[in-house]
C-alpha cells in the first residue's frame, strides 16, 4: 500500500473514508514486524497523522482503527517520535481510560471510570493500552514522557477498580504497570511508598485467585473438586507477579513492609498449590512465586510452613511442607530439562538454600528428600537418577552460577560441614566450592545450625574405612602396577615424575599450589615457608 497516497488522503477525507483508509493499512500490515528503512520518514507523518485523527470527534469504530494502525507502527522503534511526547501520551492515556498529566500531580490516585460497558468502548481502552505497551516499551522518550505526565498514578487508580476489570483490560493495565516499572527503576521507590502499588497488586492477585483466608497469613486450601485456573486469571495473575517482582527488587522498609510481604509468600504458597489448565502454565506459574520468594526477606518464607489451622507434620514441628515439596519437585523438572539452567534452575536454588539455611524445619525436611542415609556406597555419588545424584553433577557444571548454586544448596543441607559434605559428594566434586569458601582443610562455615545429629547407616559405617575420600565411594581393588618393581625401577619412575612435574612448571603450563593454614590455596612455595606452628588447632573438629 503506497503510503504517499495513504497521507494525501488522509488530509482531506472524511470519518467514513479514514477508518475504511485505515482498515485496509492494517489488513495489509496486521502481521508486519520488520518494515522497510527507506519508508521511516513516511510511517513517522503517519503516526501523527493516526494521532491527529484521534485528537478529533469520530466515532468509537473510527478511534479502534487509529489505534490498530498506531500499534502496528508502534512496533518500529524508529518512527514513534510523533507518538513520545505530551500530547501523544495524553491523548492514548485518555483513550486508556488513564488519568494522568496535571489531573494527577495531587499527590493523590485521580478518580478512575468505571470499567467501561459498550463492547466498542471496551475494544477502543484494550488498543490504546497496547500501542501505550509497545511505545513505552520501544521507545526511552516516551518512557520518560510516561513518568512526567504521571502516567503511573493513572495505572494505580485503575488497579482500586480491578473487581471490575474485563480480562483484556486488566492484562494490559497490569503489563504496562510492568513495563514502566521494569524500564524505570527510579519509579519503583515512589509506586512503593507513595502509591501502595505492592499492597494493591497483593490485592489484584487475592481476587484472580480468589483467595480466602483462614488466618493471617494462612490461605484457605484450594478445594481439590474445583476446576484448574481459568487460562485468563492465569495470563493476570502471571502479569501481576511480574510487575510485583520488580517492585520488590529493593530491600524491605520496616515492619509495615513485612506484614504485607507475609501476606504475598502466603498468596504465593497458594499459587504453588493451584491448579492451572496446562502443565506449562502451571510449571510458569511456580518460576514466577519462585522468582519472587527470592525478592521477599528470608524470615517471611515461614508463612510457606506455618499454617496453624491446616496444621502439619509433627516430625517437623507441626509445620506443613507441602510447598516445599512442590518445590522440589519444581527444581528436579528443570533439572531433568538439561539447558537453560542459570535462569531456570539457580533461582529455585537459591531460594531452598536461603530457606534451609534460616530455617531448620525446612532444611530438615528437603535433606531427607535430597540426602536420605547412605547405604550404598559402592556407586559414585555423580552417578544415578536420584536427585542427589544429579545435584552432585551440577557441582562440575561448566556455568559457574550453577555449579556454585548447586554446591551451596547442598552445603547448606549438610550443615555446612566439610566432612559431612564429603561424605555425600567426594572431595573431587566439592575441591571447587571448598577452595572459594577457604575450606580446604576442613572444618564448618560461619553459619551456625542447630545440634540435631546426622546418623549413618550400619551399611555406611562398615564401608566407611574402604570409601576413597576423593571419589566418594568404595572402588574395586586395583592391581598395584609397582608391585613387580624393584627398588630400583620404583627410584626411577619416582625421578622420572618429579622431572616432568619440574618442567611443566618451570615452563608455566602448571603451577604447584598447596594448602594454607586458613584452608585457602596458595603458591607451594608459600605453603612450604609457612611457620610450623601457624597450623596448630586448626582442625577444631
Not at 440 to 459: A, F, K, M, N, V
Request: with cysteine.
Amino acid at each position: 500500500m503506497d503510503l504517499n497516497n495513504v497521507l494525501s488522503q488522509l488530509e482531506s477525507a472524511n470519518d467514513v473514508d479514514i477508518e475504511e483508509l485505515l482498515r485496509e493499512f492494517n489488513r495489509e500490515n496486521s502481521h508486519t514486524f520488520t518494515f522497510d528503512q527507506k519508508e521511516e520518514t513516511l510511517r513517522s507523518k503517519l503516526c501523527q497523522s493516526v494521532l491527529i485523527v484521534l485528537g478529533m470527534q469520530v466515532p468509537l469504530s473510527c478511534q479502534k482503527t487509529c489505534l490498530e494502525t498506531l500499534r502496528i507502527l508502534s512496533r518500529d522503534k524508529c518512527v514513534l517520535a510523533p507518538v513520545a511526547t505530551r500530547d501523544g501520551m495524553l491523548t492514548l492515556a485518555r483513550m486508556a481510560q488513564l488519568s494522568a498529566g496535571e489531573t494527577a500531580g495531587d499527590g493523590q490516585d485521580p478518580p478512575q471510570p468505571s470499567a467501561p460497558v459498550a463492547e466498542e468502548e471496551r475494544v477502543v481502552v484494550v488498543e490504546a493500552l497496547k500501542c501505550l505497551c509497545n511505545v513505552v516499551y520501544n521507545s526511552a522518550a516516551a518512557q520518560q514522557v510516561s513518568v512526567d505526565v504521571k502516567l503511573a498514578h493513572g495505572l494505580c487508580a485503575s488497579l482500586r477498580t480491578a473487581a471490575a476489570w474485563h480480562h483484556e483490560v486488566g492484562l494490559f493495565t497490569l503489563r504496562l504497570l510492568f513495563l514502566l516499572s521494569a524500564l524505570r527503576s527510579d519509579l519503583r521507590v515512589e509506586l512503593r511508598r507513595e502509591r501502595q502499588v505492592v499492597k494493591l497488586l497483593a490485592e489484584v492477585l487475592e481476587h484472580t485467585l480468589d483467595v480466602r483466608w483462614d488466618g493471617t497469613y494462612e490461605a484457605a486450601r484450594p478445594d481439590p473438586q474445583s476446576l484448574p485456573l481459568p487460562a485468563e486469571d492465569n495470563d493476570r495473575a502471571m502479569e501481576a507477579l511480574k510487575a510485583l517482582f520488580n517492585l520488590t527488587v529493593c530491600n524491605a522498609d520496616g515492619k509495615e513492609d513485612d506484614h504485607q510481604y507475609r501476606i504475598i509468600a502466603a498468596i504465593l504458597r497458594h499459587v504453588l498449590m493451584l491448579r492451572t489448565e496446562t502443565e506449562e502454565k502451571t510449571e510458569e506459574a511456580h518460576s514466577h512465586a519462585v522468582n519472587l520468594l527470592n525478592n521477599l526477606p528470608v524470615s517471611c518464607l515461614d508463612a510457606l510452613i506455618d499454617l496453624p489451622v491446616r496444621g502439619g507434620l509433627e516430625e517437623y514441628g507441626g509445620k506443613n511442607m507441602d510447598a516445599i515439596q512442590v518445590l522440589l519437585d519444581f527444581m528436579e523438572k528443570r533439572i531433568d530439562k538439561g539447558s537453560n539452567y542459570k535462569e531456570g534452575l539457580t533461582p529455585v536454588l537459591s531460594l531452598l538454600t536461603e530457606g534451609s539455611r534460616h530455617h531448620r524445619e525446612i532444611r530438615r525436611y528437603i535433606k531427607a528428600q535430597v540426602l536420605p542415609p547412605l547405604t550404598d556406597v559402592k556407586i559414585r555419588p555423580e552417578v544415578g537418577t536420584t536427585t542427589r545424584n544429579k545435584l552432585v553433577r551440577l557441582m562440575t557444571h561448566v556455568e559457574m552460577a550453577v555449579k556454585q548454586a548447586a554446591a551451596e544448596f547442598l552445603f547448606v543441607l549438610c550443615k555446612e560441614s566439610v566432612d559431612n559434605l564429603l561424605k555425600y559428594t567426594g572431595y573431587g566434586n566439592a575441591a571447587g566450592l571448598l577452595m572459594a569458601r577457604g575450606l580446604l582443610g576442613g572444618g564448618r562455615g560461619e553459619t551456625e545450625y542447630s545440634p540435631d545429629e546426622d546418623s549413618d547407616t550400619e551399611e555406611y559405617k562398615t564401608a566407611k574405612p574402604f570409601i576413597n575420600p576423593i571419589t566418594g565411594h568404595v572402588e574395586e581393588p586395583m592391581p598395584n602396577p609397582m608391585e613387580e618393581m624393584t627398588e630400583e625401577q620404583k627410584e626411577y619412575e619416582a625421578q622420572k615424575l618429579v622431572n616432568m612435574l619440574d618442567k611443566l612448571s618451570r615452563q608455566s603450563v602448571i603451577r604447584p599450589m598447596g594448602v594454607k593454614p586458613d584452608g585457602t590455596l596458595a603458591p607451594l612455595e608459600e605453603t612450604l615457608r609457612a611457620p610450623p606452628g601457624d597450623d596448630a588447632g586448626s582442625d577444631s573438629d
